[in-house]
């Protein structure tokens, strides 16, 4: 696609229901990230994947979180048990190359904004 | 671990005047950095980024980053500021090899006509 989409853009939740956050990244883009974006605050690194492997979950702020990206093209993040302090905005990015030639260029959706009540 | 320090959440600048945004970073070991803008209802998107080349970085809509090394800085100006700079401004950085990108708080920036 054109950019990186996301969906769905708003969520509404009751605490402990479980939700799934989906990302189309860029097509043949190599690289996806998740990224946690709090109220007033930087976007937070969450997980790393390269192409279907996830390289990198030390952002997942507990078990409860779960993200996928099967055939290394679309990713879900999973959030089980949601609770209130998961209020955020979601953000996909997804990136051409991987490894060392990543300079840092991402391209960003629009988010998922996730309200838990 | 690497960070970012972004001063001053909220920047009101008039319309024609100097923007400059403030990045400070943390580390003994010369990063990757970036600044990217957010609009309104829109994604992240880079405005520029240092890797090392050249440390003055021209990026889009008239925006330039200076690396400085001795004070561990990375500000952001652009000389005149223009009602459609009004963005929120992230400065982050990463390093050779590592995918993860470190974000500041970021700057709400308003411009005032």
């Known amino acids: 696609g054109a950019g990186v989409s996301q969906s769905p853009r708003y969520k509404v939740a009751k605490r402990g229901q479980d939700v799934a956050l989906r990302c189309d990244p860029i097509s043949g883009h190599v690289s996806l990230f998740w990224y946690q974006q709090a109220l007033g605050q930087g976007p937070e690194f969450l997980t790393y994947f390269q192409n279907e492997a996830q390289l990198d979950k030390s952002g997942l702020p507990s078990d409860r979180f779960f993200a996928e990206r099967p055939e290394g093209s679309v990713s879900t993040l999973k959030i089980q048990r949601t609770q209130q302090e998961d209020s955020a905005v979601y953000l996909c990015a997804s990136s051409l190359v991987s490894g060392e030639q990543n300079t840092g260029e991402l391209f960003f959706g629009e988010g998922s904004r996730l309200t838990v009540l | 671990a690497q960070s970012v320090t972004q001063l001053g959440s909220h920047v009101s600048v008039s319309e024609g005047a100097l923007v400059l945004l403030r990045c400070n970073y943390s580390?003994?070991?010369?990063?990757?950095l970036f600044w990217y803008v957010q609009y309104p209802n829109q994604g992240l998107q880079l405005l520029l980024k240092?890797?090392?080349?050249?440390?003055l970085v021209k990026g889009i809509n008239g925006f330039e980053a200076e690396f400085k090394k001795s004070e561990t800085s990375f500000h952001l100006t652009k000389p005149s500021a223009h009602m459609s700079d009004a963005a929120e401004y992230f400065c982050?950085?990463?390093?050779?090899?590592?995918?993860?990108?470190?974000f500041g708080k970021g700057n709400q920036v308003v411009v005032i006509p």
């Open positions: 240092y890797t090392s080349a050249a440390t």
């Open positions: 982050a950085v990463s390093y050779y090899g590592n995918n993860r990108l470190a």
């Open positions: 580390s003994s070991v010369p990063p990757y």
